[in-house]
């Protein structure tokens, strides 16, 4: 991926980080497609070079790691990990979400937080970057032990966060009902009712449009890339992986622009509904996996669609994919693929979810190719306005927050447009990182050796 001329700079950078964190495949990955479009720019710019900027943007600040011990409802003693990456506080308190799932580990976590100081940074708004989570897998636990479980991890990390510290949100296998309860353990043990996680509920601090937030941003960036060639998200197909807030909110947004939704999946495979999957099926989606905690396959049996069990859904017909399920879920294979079926918009809302192989295939077919740090930066967005929100403790309206976070996902875009464009084509992923780099860059000079 890397200009040719500087492939030795981007090679020798690499080495050092793989020789310091070795065996974080997802965290090299990571690094190295954002120093690929970056290393061009600071030979450019050398004051960057001479602070080493990049050197410090890859090391956490700190990373807190931590034992999670609960008991389960058969009073069987359970022990996960927990873990909090605060990777950047050049520009404003660390934030980022908390993901729960079994596949967890130090690689993804530092990953998520490296990608998050750039998406922060993109979103306008005062954030530092950073990721935490467990090993824990919610799935198939009762409410009374995603409880527990909840409360034993905030007894930990209450005393690293805060609202001017560190403010996690969700993620993975985080939504409503555990943040409730890492808030409920937080505020029992510091006696503070403050704005220390965001994704809260409407009645105690949480902001209107964040469950929302990701899907309809990443719906909004795919309609601001298609708007420069002349066109819009009406009548187009639409491909969406994954079934959870994301995708769900990804789906509502583009069926009311005008687009046809024709998959969903999780992780046991995906649904095909060619169709579309309308305001009512939705529905049915939102109950199956936010109340009844079930699986996809119900969507078919329900309305008598075709099933594939243990297959992602880029082999199907579609104008724009965007995939909201989990990382490396596009290899190249795939991204061939889609391409060839005649897919030209990928807009992530997933993080990383394509691998540098699919990225390259993006480039070379020079599709409409929004990566997660941009496309997905609406959740955090509205994240910082709950921040916010907090603050002044006043609530706004649905409107007012969707307008910024409409406006918000076009500054994005221009962005993008502004540090990636290159003749007739717009390289999202040059313009994203360069973007996404220069403020937390400055802001780290500015002050100093720290
Ligand atoms: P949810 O837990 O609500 O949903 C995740 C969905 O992805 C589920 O359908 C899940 O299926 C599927 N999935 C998860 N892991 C895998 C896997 N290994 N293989 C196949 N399918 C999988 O999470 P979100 O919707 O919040 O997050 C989805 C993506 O969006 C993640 O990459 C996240 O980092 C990113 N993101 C989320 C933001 C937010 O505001 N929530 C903000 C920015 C990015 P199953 O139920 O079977 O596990």
């Not at 789906?251 to 169709?275: A, F, R």
Request: hydrophobic residues 35%; contains cysteine.
């Amino acid at each position: 991926m890397a200009n040719s001329a500087y492939e030795p700079l981007v090679k020798e950078f690499m080495a050092k980080v793989i020789a310091k964190n070795p065996a974080e495949v997802e965290f090299h990955q990571a690094v190295e497609e954002v120093v690929a479009s970056l290393v061009p720019y600071i030979e450019e710019n050398p004051k960057y070079k001479a602070a080493k900027i990049l050197e410090r943007m890859v090391e956490p600040e700190r990373i807190i790691l931590f034992r999670v011990p609960w008991s389960d409802d058969k009073g069987e003693v359970q022990v996960n990990k927990g873990f909090r990456i605060e990777m950047n506080s050049a520009i404003g308190p660390y934030k980022g979400g908390l993901r729960f799932h079994p596949t967890v580990n130090l690689g993804i976590l530092k990953f998520l937080a490296f990608e998050q100081v750039f998406k922060n940074s993109l979103t306008t708004l005062p954030m530092g970057g950073g990721k935490g989570g467990s090993d824990f897998d919610p799935k198939g636990k009762s409410d009374n032990e995603v409880m527990h479980f909840c409360q034993s991890f905030m007894t930990e990390l209450y005393r690293h966060v805060g609202p001017n510290t560190d403010v996690p949100a969700g993620d993975i296998g985080v939504g409503g009902r555990e943040i409730g309860y890492l808030f409920g353990q937080y505020k029992r043990l510091q006696n503070e009712f403050t704005g220390v996680l965001t994704g809260k509920g409407r009645e105690w601090g949480g902001s209107l449009i964040r469950p929302e937030a990701t899907g309809y941003g990443a719906t909004y960036f795919a309609e601001e890339m298609l708007k420069t060639r002349g066109k819009d998200l009406a009548g187009k197909t639409v491909a969406i992986s994954g079934s959870g807030n994301v995708a769900q909110f990804a789906t509502e947004k583009v069926t009311e622009l005008g687009g046809k939704v024709v998959t969903l999946s999780d992780s046991g495979g995906y649904i095909y509904d060619p169709q579309g999957i309308d305001k009512e099926k939705l529905n049915f989606v939102m109950h199956l996996k936010n109340v009844k905690r079930g699986r996809i396959k119900e969507y078919a049996s329900k309305y008598g669609v075709e099933y594939f069990e243990g297959k992602r859904p880029w082999g199907v017909q579609c104008d724009v994919a965007m995939p909201c399920a989990t990382q490396n879920e596009i290899n190249e294979d795939e991204a061939k693929i889609l391409i060839d079926n005649g897919c030209y918009v990928v807009s992530e809302g997933a993080n990383m979810p394509s691998t540098p192989e699919a990225v390259d295939v993006y480039m070379e077919a020079k599709i409409l190719y929004g990566p997660g740090k941009a496309a997905n930066a609406g959740g955090v967005a509205v994240s910082g306005l709950e921040m916010s929100q907090n603050s002044l403790r006043l609530s706004w309206t649905r409107e007012e927050i969707d307008g910024k976070l409409h406006q918000i996902m076009k500054d994005i875009h221009e962005t993008c447009v502004k540090f990636g464009k290159d003749g007739d084509f717009i390289d999202y992923v040059k313009g994203a990182n360069i973007g996404g780099f220069v403020k937390v860059a400055d802001a780290m000079i500015a002050q100093g050796v720290v």
